[in-house]
């Protein structure tokens, strides 16, 4: 690792404007000592791109830098005891506020949950006391602005090398503290592309359990933040989040509907990849694939893509029918796609997967999305889509109303993932739905939509002298099946061809 990061850190922090309340604090209490920490310097060293700005302040009041900070931008004081600031600059370039706090020490007490733990600031606090009470050691290092020193207490620099996530002193007792920790260790290995410590990952297992305990009816760890750790450990690495939650029980624990997959037969003339469960595994496997990307591109994979492929296959083992059991002339799946959804629902609602807004376009999950995917992952496979009717195609594939897109590429991971009994993947029916979608989106000169309607409601109504109701919209349908048909290209002709229609 080269420290010499660092350095250009430190350079490149001092010349923005943003940051200029470091000199302004040098120069209002000369005794300051002013620390980067946490998740910028870890990433800094990774060579990892890491707009997250930590500070420490030690020697200087709270109230004395409350009002340097105020004469620079907007100060919001969290808690007085914690000790933090959220500050904002005058004229500020960032997307977030800028963490400002006083070295800080955490008493556990309770039960594990994330407010079980009383934070304590102290402006005369060693660094290396502050660095004690982090999560993990890569999370553990501070760098001194002033000195230009590296203050690595607990050896994360070795493990960055080594590339192994492990806890600030005993596993155990780190977790105790606070068991969203448990989820935390895995995202981090997700994001990281780390091993978790064995030591650590046995605490992981041993104490997963808690994760779904409760307290007067409350969670100890809220659902909010079970998913938040989910999501963006599945989002950075699918497979390897599902075997490392899958190995140390947190399968069983938060989604135990997904272990009904494992030893779910499938017929192998269509399934020699095995399983629903290593289906569904080769699946993920195909998002993060160079073969996905150069289909799609580096950016086009999110979490509903992700946990709609996760649960693409999850009504598999609740609707499976064999020779030997139900007299079938192979084993079926009747209706999976359907009873999947719902279970897949069920799940998101349970764990509050909407949890991150609509406006962070990677990690939002709209639970009806994801059902709405899953439900329809067979459309284009099940009926041949070259029967299907324009509207009928652009209804799953090129409508704003559904995510259509989505729905492709979780389509193309599922066809990628299953292997036919000559060994081989059979694209040619994906191919077939591409194919359709170009066409109905070249009619528009438009390749990332279809053209839009020649007419609407009004339209029709007025044409045809009717009143609204059902028989506007299946007007409406017609004659946009006419002009996705190429019969009609202009408004003038969309109600030529519907007043020919109704007449017919």
Request: hydrophobic residues 40%; glycine residues 6%; positive net charge.
């Amino acid at each position: 690792m080269d420290v010499k990061k660092l350095n250009k850190l430190s350079a490149r922090v001092k010349r923005k404007k943003d940051f200029s309340f470091i000199s302004a604090l040098q120069k209002s209490s000369p005794k300051a000592e002013i620390f980067l920490v946490g998740g910028i310097i870890r990433d800094t060293l990774l060579g990892r791109e890491s707009k997250d700005y930590d500070f420490v302040v030690r020697n200087v009041p709270l109230r004395t830098l409350q009002q340097t900070l105020k004469k620079l931008g907007t100060v919001n004081l969290v808690g007085r005891t914690f000790g933090v600031l959220k500050f904002l600059p005058k004229h500020a370039t960032l997307d977030e506020h800028i963490d400002i706090a006083l070295p800080r020490t955490d008493f556990a007490f309770g039960s594990g949950g994330y407010k079980d733990v009383k934070t304590q600031s102290n402006p005369k606090l060693a660094i290396t006391d502050d660095l004690s009470r982090r999560d993990f050691t890569v999370n553990a290092m501070a760098w001194n602005m002033s000195q230009k020193l590296l203050i690595d207490p607990h050896g994360g620099m070795r493990d960055l090398e080594r590339k192994v996530i492990r806890t600030v002193g005993d596993p155990i007792e780190r977790f105790h503290e606070d068991f969203t920790r448990i989820l935390r260790c895995i995202r981090f290995s997700c994001q990281l592309g780390f091993e978790i410590y064995p030591k650590v990952l046995r605490a992981v297992a041993k104490l997963a359990r808690h994760l779904k305990e409760q307290r007067d009816g409350v969670f100890i760890v809220p659902r909010e933040m079970v998913a938040h750790e989910l999501i963006k450990a599945f989002v950075a690495d699918p497979v390897r989040a599902l075997d490392v939650c899958d190995e140390t029980g947190i399968v069983n624990i938060l989604m135990p509907e997904l272990l009904t997959m494992k030893g779910c037969q499938q017929p192998k003339n269509f399934h020699q990849e095995g399983d629903v469960w290593t289906h569904t595994r080769l699946a993920l496997y195909i998002l993060m694939s160079p073969q996905y990307v150069k289909q799609f591109g580096k950016e086009h994979i999110n979490a509903e893509i992700v946990f709609a492929t996760l649960f693409h296959d999850l009504g598999k083992p609740y609707t499976i029918q064999t020779p030997k059991k139900d007299h079938t002339d192979r084993i079926r799946f009747n209706n999976h796609d359907v009873v999947g959804a719902e279970k897949a629902l069920d799940i998101m609602k349970r764990l509050s997967f909407s949890v991150f807004p609509k406006t962070n376009e990677r990690l939002h999950v709209d639970p009806d999305n994801v059902a709405w995917i899953v439900r329809h992952h067979l459309v284009g496979y099940r009926n041949d889509i070259d029967a299907m009717r324009e509207t009928t195609v652009e209804k799953y594939f090129i409508s704003d109303r559904f995510p259509s897109q989505s729905l492709i590429k979780v389509q193309y991971a599922d066809t990628a993932a299953t292997i036919h009994d000559d060994r081989k993947v059979d694209f040619s029916s994906f191919r077939k739905i591409l194919r359709r979608v170009s066409a109905i989106k070249r009619k528009s000169g438009n390749k990332k939509s279809a053209p839009p309607p020649l007419v609407d409601g009004n339209d029709v109504m007025q044409a045809l002298k009717i009143p609204s109701g059902k028989a506007v919209g299946e007007y409406l349908e017609k004659v946009r099946e006419a002009q996705l048909g190429g019969k009609v290209n202009t408004k003038a002709l969309a109600l030529r061809w519907l007043k020919k229609s109704a007449r017919i």
